[in-house]
Every structure is written in structure tokens, then in C-alpha cells.
């Protein structure tokens, strides 16, 4: 069963702490992105991986920080310098030689609340 | 900067109804114009794209109508039922770079 996995669905931390959200796919896709969702501000991308231990900075990176180490793994760490990181968290992934290369897959998202 | 400008905010139709939704873009070099169907706590699923090549494109009850000297693509739900009801994205991105640029979307509910 192919696709894009999220974990955890939800996620509860206290404000200071550091916490990593999880992003696997299966689809054997080369780039993946994350995107932050805030209500009635549509998706803003934080950062994106077009290569293994390459990434570039998104229009929203500040306070976030990423990895690549394989093709099908790109975990987001949310740190204590993100000043607002309640939202919904979204990964996507993007194959060059799909149908459409434009083409972005997106999982179920990970919805993170800070205390 | 805002580069996608997504009209309107929330949209109420009654079932059968043909609901359409608008965007309008800034950049030049975008040259793929996706739109997306989200449903509350889910991921946004891809529904229809378009290229400038095209002026219409449809799949199913969806329509994408494209403008491009104007800079303006739109959404068009025909036979539109409850479960229709979601928010919809426009997006847009460059095949220089493949970021999408996305609206900040649009509720709309179908009423029985």
C-alpha cells in the first residue's frame, strides 16, 4: 500500500520543549516538502529536499530545521525558536519522472498544539 | 506578497448548484495551475491541473477555465453535491523551481 505517512496524528508539547514531526513515503518520489497550514492562510512551505542531504529553505523556515539522510524519510523538528508553532503540519512528495513533475502528493498531516 | 489571490473566502450553494471559485496570479513564469480538495483534519488531494496551453480543462463535474492575459484560472463544480462540501486551494508554480504558491483557499458548502 503506497504513500505518504504522517505520524503522530496529533501531538501535544509544552512551549520550550523541541518536538520532531514524522514524514515517510513509499512512492519512491525524489523531493518532499513540508508545508505549515494555519487557518485561513492556505499552505506556506517551511522546507523542501529535492535530493538525499540536500534541502533549501522554504518561505517560512525560521525556527524549524530539517534532515534528509534517505530518499523516503524527511523528519521536521519544530524547535522552541518557532514563536507560534500551533498548526497543522503537512508533508508532500514530488516525483521528477511522475505523469506531471509539477505533481505534489500530500499526506494526512500532523496537527501539533503547544501549552 | 501575495502571489495567488483566492476569491471568495466561503462559498453556500444549494445541491445542483454550480459553484465557482476564483484565483488570480502575479508571476509570469507560473506555467501549472493545480487545484486542491481538502476535507476537515485531511490531507489536500489533488484535483485537476491545468498548463497556459489550455483555456479549458475538465475531469468529471470539474472545470478549469484559464485566462492567461488576464492571469486569472477558476474552478468550476457542476452538479454540485454535500459531499462536495470542502475547502478548495488554487496553487501555482514555475517549472524553473517547482514550488507551488498556494491561495489561502475557499469553503464551500453544498446544501442538501
Known amino acids: 500500500d503506497g504513500g505518504i505517512t504522517q505520524s503522530p496524528k496529533y501531538l501535544f508539547r509544552k512551549e520550550g520543549q523541541n518536538v520532531t514531526l514524522s514524514c515517510e513515503q513509499n512512492?519512491?518520489?525524489?523531493?518532499m516538502y513540508w508545508y505549515r497550514q494555519d487557518p485561513g492562510q492556505g499552505l506556506r512551505l517551511i522546507y523542501y529536499?529535492?535530493?538525499?542531504?540536500?534541502?533549501q529553505k522554504g518561505d517560512i523556515a525560521e525556527g524549524y530545521s530539517v534532515s534528509r539522510e534517505k530518499k523516503e524519510s524527511f523528519p521536521l523538528t519544530v524547535t522552541s525558536a518557532q514563536k507560534n508553532p500551533t498548526a497543522f503540519y503537512l508533508c508532500?512528495?514530488?516525483?521528477?519522472?511522475?505523469?506531471?513533475?509539477?505533481?505534489?502528493?500530500f499526506g494526512p498531516g500532523t496537527r501539533l498544539t503547544v501549552l | 506578497q501575495q502571489q495567488v489571490k483566492q476569491s471568495p473566502q466561503s462559498l453556500i450553494v444549494q445541491k445542483g448548484g454550480i459553484p465557482i471559485i476564483n484565483c488570480a496570479y502575479e508571476?509570469?513564469?507560473?506555467?501549472?495551475f493545480p487545484w486542491y480538495q481538502q476535507f476537515p483534519g485531511k490531507g489536500p488531494a489533488l484535483l485537476i491541473a491545468?498548463?497556459?496551453?489550455?483555456s479549458e480543462k475538465k475531469e468529471g463535474r470539474f472545470t478549469i477555465s484559464f485566462n492567461k492575459s488576464a492571469k486569472q484560472f477558476s474552478l468550476h463544480i457542476m452538479d454540485s453535491q454535500p459531499g462536495d462540501s470542502a475547502t478548495y486551494f488554487c496553487?501555482?508554480?514555475?517549472?524553473?523551481?517547482?514550488?507551488?504558491?498556494f491561495g489561502k483557499g475557499t469553503l464551500l458548502t453544498v446544501n442538501p
Open positions: 508532500a512528495s514530488r516525483n521528477f519522472r511522475g505523469a506531471d513533475p509539477n505533481e505534489q502528493f
Open positions: 512512492l519512491n518520489h525524489d523531493a
Open positions: 529536499s529535492q535530493i538525499v542531504n540536500d534541502f
Open positions: 508571476n509570469t513564469a507560473f506555467d501549472y
Open positions: 491545468i498548463r497556459p496551453d489550455v
Open positions: 496553487a501555482a508554480s514555475s517549472s524553473s523551481n517547482y514550488k507551488l504558491t
